[in-house]
């Protein structure tokens, strides 16, 4: 019964995806309703399926996931085999995608405005401008509905089905499939508005980057297959695949099997999770509609690569274990904890409210691949879950603002850009829900203590990185959380705080109940979910709620990590977690409540110099990039492929080779089909013309002429009988 | 009597005139002229060898009589034929008529 759901709750986006393409297309009323009933009906299977996990237990379920399979492909003499599983680990991502992506399905209904009448110039591949209505005699501008409603339906709901895939498959090839189709997902709906150029340059520059990771990932995968014939979760993770790996050599960077695979899996996730050095395509992608970045960006994408390096942590766990090998963790942990200070140095120089959520996203996924990097699995998990709640919370928050703040454009007719925060300000008193949940979004992001979920696993990672004496990652993610609440209280309080700073901003007002409803939703999750996750050792608090996540998603890998023991507890990361928390909230709101003016310097501009300037243009990588690896390759198809290879090299011996065919035909017809064989023909012709020329001298016509030859004949005729008789 | 190839030489020289009349001569009636001749050179043929080969035998003599009938139905004929002619081509001049020169 639970492997039929677990089939089915891919099946309902897609099938929703293929009737809106295929059928639904005009009809906006009935491609939401398919794509949302899809998607409530997954959700459905999902919560029940949760309940169901609940009900076996995590040990249970860790060692009989709900599993199922089909003989996909004969190899030889067996089969490889695909399916689904649910076990705890799963379980728990399940539930937040199912949540998530319902909410976000039921937002975009009130973000692309269903049921407001057409636009004036709109076109399909532009972003909605507003209609022009009358009311009460005068006429005023609203906003329109969006020209490919049906269209963005269709390609989320292909969406939602790639991550429901990825969450729910038994093996690393269907995790791929589900990997690769949301990709493709994130390059259409980041370039949905295709008449624009940025959105087109940024859809490619986004599958391009994960591309780089992709290529990667299936080395990887490539060589986990030859060295161990499977590619399902059963055949990999059990101890003696593992420990084979584990103590097999790679051919390259003097490390295990096991070590090399999991690096190369890691970079995938580098790239579908926006780490750095591919992190580059991210905070483009915000020129997709304000779900899709919601989407992309907390419920599924770049939570699929940090769901993918906790699932193959088995396999890392084993390689750094071995110590004849050099160790894949380092790295890893190296790449996280960098990424996440250095994402949040440049958050707090963008203007942009979507940008300042986009380069918070590349810092917090950071979090978590630095905490699977030093071996704190089940906190990356946790702040997994917490992160996917508060931040889809924050995208579409933003969204929200970015809607009241357009519509106030709209009314006042000026040309404000509304997702310039400075252009805002005020909004608490415009949009109190957006602000509240907002609000509650935030702290959690900067982990404010107890009351919002962010702080229960943030807290967490820095509470194991210290505990397990990884000194330097412990620092630079206190101070990243520092910055993180800075700049989160920087968003806030330019935001919702203080005096509207344009008249947009005055003319601005609250979103409806379809998009404000999902962020109340989401706010319960990001304020409740951490209390699942309490520790018991947590002053006064501890103890009195179950600490039931850990244990939980720790089963899934029960037996397969090399022995460690529990964590001591300490205060010193707890304080230094809640100091920087809360001091980085009340220095953004302090620095940032002084400004008044739309066109006012940032004040950091002041502090930091010449150093603004390098945050704000993200430290040039995309300068470095296109430099380095942009222009040289297009150098290499434009100049050296086409130019010259193939104009060049490959044109010429085609011009050389007809040229002298053209010289030997030429010469065949000139020298020798002209004179040889029509001369012959020729000369046939002629000749017997000539010939008959010459005979034709005896027909004169005149009859006496045919006499006398008559005549002479008869005469000769005659002499030679006369000769022969006489000589017979 | 006479040798009969006395005959025979007058016939042939007659015939021969006859022969000349037809080939070489250009106007219309000449050519029937010699025509004639040739016919009376024929008929001094067949009536020398019946008075002295089998001059009992009277067919002989019809034979000679029926190529003088014959002769002058002929002459008949070609003058009337020569009358359509002339009156085709308005010239009694017989290299005139040569339609079917190439």
């Not at chain 1, 695949?241 to 999991?262: E, N, R, V, W």
């Not at chain 1, 958050?347 to 917090?364: C, E, F, G, M, P």
């Not at chain 1, 950071?366 to 699995?377: D, L, R």
């Not at chain 1, 029960?558 to 977690?577: D, I, K, N, R, T």
């Amino acid at each position: 019964m639970e492997t039929k759901i677990l089939w089915l709750l891919p099946l309902f986006p897609l099938v929703a995806f293929a009737f809106i393409v295929l059928f639904a297309h005009r009809n906006r009323a009935l491609s939401h309703t398919l794509a949302i009933l899809a998607v409530v009906l997954s959700w459905a299977g999902s919560m029940f399926l949760f309940w169901r996990a609940l009900q076996v237990g995590a040990a249970h379920l860790a060692e009989e996931p709900f599993h199922s399979t089909v003989a996909w492909l004969p190899i030889g003499k067996g089969f490889f085999r695909l399916g689904v599983q649910l076990d705890p680990l799963a379980a728990v991502v399940l539930f937040f995608v199912a949540w998530t992506i319902v909410m976000i399905f039921v937002y975009s209904v009130g973000y692309h405005n269903y049921g407001a009448p057409e636009g004036d110039h709109d076109e399909k591949g532009l972003p909605p401008h507003g209609a022009t209505v009358e009311h009460h005699g005068h006429k005023h501008k609203v906003p329109s509905i969006e020209p490919m409603y049906s269209r963005f339906f269709a390609f989320v709901s292909l969406f939602a089905f790639g991550m429901y895939l990825l969450v729910v498959s038994d093996n690393l090839l269907t995790l791929f499939a589900g990997w690769e189709i949301m990709g493709l997902c994130s390059f259409l709906l980041i370039g949905f508005w295709f008449k624009k150029p940025s959105a087109r340059d940024a859809a490619i520059k986004a599958f391009m980057t994960t591309r780089v990771g992709d290529v990667f990932m299936l080395l990887g995968l490539a060589y986990l297959y030859t060295q161990v014939g499977s590619l399902s979760y059963a055949d990999i993770f059990n101890p003696e695949t593992l420990h084979h790996l584990a103590t097999t050599a790679a051919p390259a960077l003097g490390m295990s099997a096991a070590g090399l695979i999991g690096l190369l899996l890691f970079i995938g996730t580098v790239g579908k999770s926006a780490q750095w050095p591919l992190h580059v395509w991210l905070p483009d992608a915000m020129e997709g509609p304000t779900p899709v970045s919601a989407m992309i960006h907390a419920a599924t994408m770049v939570s699929a690569g940090v769901y993918l390096v906790i699932r193959i942590f088995p396999l890392l766990a084993a390689a750094g274990h071995e110590a004849a090998f050099a160790s894949p963790m380092p790295i890893i942990a190296f790449i996280g904890a960098f990424t996440a200070l250095f994402a949040a140095t440049i958050a707090v120089a963008q203007n942009d409210i979507k940008r300042v959520l986009a380069y918070s996203t590349i810092s917090q996924l950071g979090y978590m691949v630095a905490a699977v990097g030093i071996g704190a699995y089940v906190a990356a998990a946790f702040h997994l879950v917490t992160h996917a709640f508060f931040k889809a919370l924050l995208f579409l928050g933003s969204g929200s603002v970015i809607h009241g703040m357009e519509h106030g454009v709209l009314h006042t007719g000026e040309h404000v850009d509304p997702q310039d925060m400075y252009n805002m300000g005020g909004l608490k008193a415009k949009m109190p829900i957006t602000f509240w949940t907002f609000l509650i979004g935030g702290f959690a992001l900067s982990g404010f203590p107890v009351l919002t979920a962010g702080f229960w696993s943030k807290d967490e990672i820095l509470a194991e990185a210290y505990g397990l004496g990884h000194g330097g990652v412990f620092w630079t993610l206190a101070i990243a959380a520092f910055l993180t609440a800075f700049y989160t209280m920087r968003q806030i309080t330019l935001t919702f705080l203080g005096k509207p700073r344009t008249e947009a901003a005055v003319h601005a007002h609250e979103t409806p109940l379809t998009m404000t409803g999902p962020l109340m939703v989401l706010a319960v999750f990001a304020v409740a979910f951490g209390w699942v996750g309490v520790p018991e050792h947590f002053p006064v608090l501890g103890g009195l709620l179950p600490k039931w996540f850990q244990p939980w998603v720790a089963a899934t890998f029960e037996g397969l990590l090399p022995e460690h023991g529990e964590l001591e507890f300490s205060y010193f990361p707890l304080l230094v977690s809640i100091s920087v928390a809360l001091g980085g909230l009340l220095v953004g709101w302090l620095v940032y409540r002084g400004v008044q003016r739309a066109d006012q310097p940032d004040p950091l501009e002041g502090v930091l110099g010449p150093l603004y300037g390098v945050l704000e243009n993200k430290y040039y990588f995309d300068e470095l990039y296109t430099y380095l690896l942009v222009k040289p390759a297009y150098w290499l198809g434009a100049v050296f492929t086409f130019r010259w290879m193939d104009r060049g090299v490959i044109d010429r011996i085609l011009h050389t080779v007809a040229y002298f065919s053209w010289r030997l035909g030429n010469f065949l017809r000139n020298r020798i089909d002209l004179p040889i064989v029509n001369g012959l023909g020729d000369a046939v012709a002629e000749g017997t013309k000539g010939a008959g020329r010459l005979l034709r001298v005896v027909q004169s016509g005149r009859v006496q002429h045919y006499m006398l030859l008559a005549l002479v004949n008869a005469t000769a005729l005659l002499a030679l009988v006369y000769y022969f008789v006489t000589r017979s | 009597m006479v040798p009969l190839s006395w005959y025979l030489v007058v016939a042939a020289l007659l015939f021969g005139i006859g022969v000349y009349g037809v080939l070489a001569r250009r106007n219309a009636v000449a050519i029937l002229i010699g025509l004639e001749l040739m016919f009376n050179a024929v008929l001094i043929n067949v009536v020398a060898f019946w008075r002295y080969l089998h001059p009992a035998q009277v067919p002989g003599l019809v034979f000679a009589v029926v190529i003088f009938a014959v002769a002058a139905a002929e002459v008949a004929v070609g003058l009337a034929l020569f009358i359509a002619v002339y009156r085709r081509f308005g010239s009694s001049d017989v290299d005139d008529i040569n339609l079917l020169k190439w």
